[in-house]
């Protein structure tokens, strides 16, 4: 059996980082992402904002095995990771959720976060325990038995982010966790995400259009438009950043 703690790459370094060097991204005529550079660290939420359309999504995409990088590199500590496959990134601690669930929908919410735990190495009992844990933590205990496919999409994305860490990441990327929540919601979803360093000793890079939330738990943020970086600095900064406020009034 294959023990998930020696199969992630943070070993004994301490210091892991996933990293995008000057990452080009291109569909046809569009470059989606544009020479981006960025380094998420172990312990730290890095919001990642900007309007419909930026790259958000297919920076993610590269930083996690989905896409492949035109130009540039994506790096985990010192290995070069463009162009391995998702399965890669999940096996040596980069998780993700998607916009949309993505999960099992005729199978149980527990199922759902369990297999991914048996993916990495963890016995059924273990993996069933520790799925419990992470839906007891998320507030959705009461919804284990549930088949994934009759969840409300608000629940279906926590239950989505409950699936990312039950691998026992170094690293997640969130891809809007709160898009279509109220405000007790969102609430909720700021508790979950700034616990997840602490509770889970990873790295967060989260999406999010919500302001408030992105504010309200991000230490630094990294704002793209059409591709490119144009803003990156701790909430304050980028809020006053006149580039930033004209991007957003240009696009909404
Ligand atoms: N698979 C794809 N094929 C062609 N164009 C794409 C594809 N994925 C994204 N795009 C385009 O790339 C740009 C960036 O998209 P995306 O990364 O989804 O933006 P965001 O997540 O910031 O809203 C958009 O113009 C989008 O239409
Ligand atoms: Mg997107």
Same mark, same amino acid.
């Given at each position: 059996?294959?023990?998930?703690?020696?199969?992630?790459?943070?070993?004994?370094?301490?210091?892991?980082?996933?990293?995008a060097?000057?990452?080009?991204?291109?569909?046809?005529g569009?470059?989606? =992402?544009d020479?981006?550079?960025e380094?998420l660290?172990?312990g730290?939420i890095?919001?990642?904002i900007g309007p419909?359309?930026?790259?958000?999504?297919?920076? =993610?995409n590269?930083m996690?095995?989905?896409?492949?990088?035109?130009?540039?590199q994506?790096?985990?500590?010192?290995k070069?990771?463009?162009?391995l496959?998702?399965?890669?990134?999940?096996?040596?601690?980069?998780?993700?959720t998607f916009?949309?669930?993505?999960?099992f929908?005729d199978m149980?919410?527990?199922e759902?976060?369990?297999?991914a735990? =048996?993916?990495?190495?963890?016995?059924?009992?273990?993996?069933?325990a520790?799925?419990?844990?992470?839906?007891?933590?998320?507030?959705?205990?009461d919804?284990?038995e549930?088949?994934?496919?009759?969840l409300?999409y608000t629940?279906?994305r926590?239950?989505g982010i409950?699936?990312?860490?039950?691998?026992?990441?170094?690293f997640?990327l969130?891809?809007?966790?709160?898009?279509?929540m109220?405000d007790?919601?969102c609430?909720?979803?700021?508790?979950?995400?700034?616990?997840?360093p602490?509770?889970f000793g990873?790295?967060?890079?989260?999406?999010?259009?919500?302001?408030?939330?992105?504010?309200?738990?991000?230490?630094?943020?990294?704002?793209?438009?059409?591709?490119?970086?144009?803003?990156r600095?701790t909430?304050?900064e980028?809020?006053?950043?006149?580039?930033?406020?004209?991007a957003?009034?240009?696009h909404?």
């Open positions: 059996m294959t023990n998930a703690s020696t199969e992630k790459a943070s070993g004994a370094t301490g210091g892991l980082t996933l990293e060097r000057q990452v080009s991204v291109r569909f046809e569009l470059t989606a =992402v020479t981006v550079d380094t660290h172990p730290e890095l919001g990642l419909n359309g930026a790259g958000k999504t297919t920076l =993610v590269a996690t095995g989905f896409q492949m990088p035109a130009d540039g994506v790096l985990l500590g010192d070069v990771a463009s162009g496959k998702p399965h890669w990134f999940r096996r040596h601690g980069v998780a993700r916009q949309a669930g993505r999960l929908r149980p919410v527990s759902n976060i369990e297999i735990a =048996v993916s990495m190495g963890l016995s059924r009992r273990k993996a069933h520790h799925a419990m844990e992470l839906l007891e933590w998320l507030g959705l205990a919804r284990a549930t088949p994934a496919g009759v409300p629940d279906e926590r239950v409950a699936r990312a860490l039950a691998v026992r990441p170094d997640v969130l891809d809007e966790p709160a898009a279509g109220s007790l919601e609430d909720e979803m700021m508790r979950v995400v700034s616990e997840i602490g509770k990873c790295g967060v890079l989260l999406i999010e259009h919500n302001m408030r939330v992105i504010m309200g738990v991000c230490e630094r943020i990294h704002v793209l438009d059409s591709g490119r970086t144009i803003s600095g909430p304050d980028v809020q006053k950043d006149p580039a930033v406020i004209k957003y009034l240009g909404d």
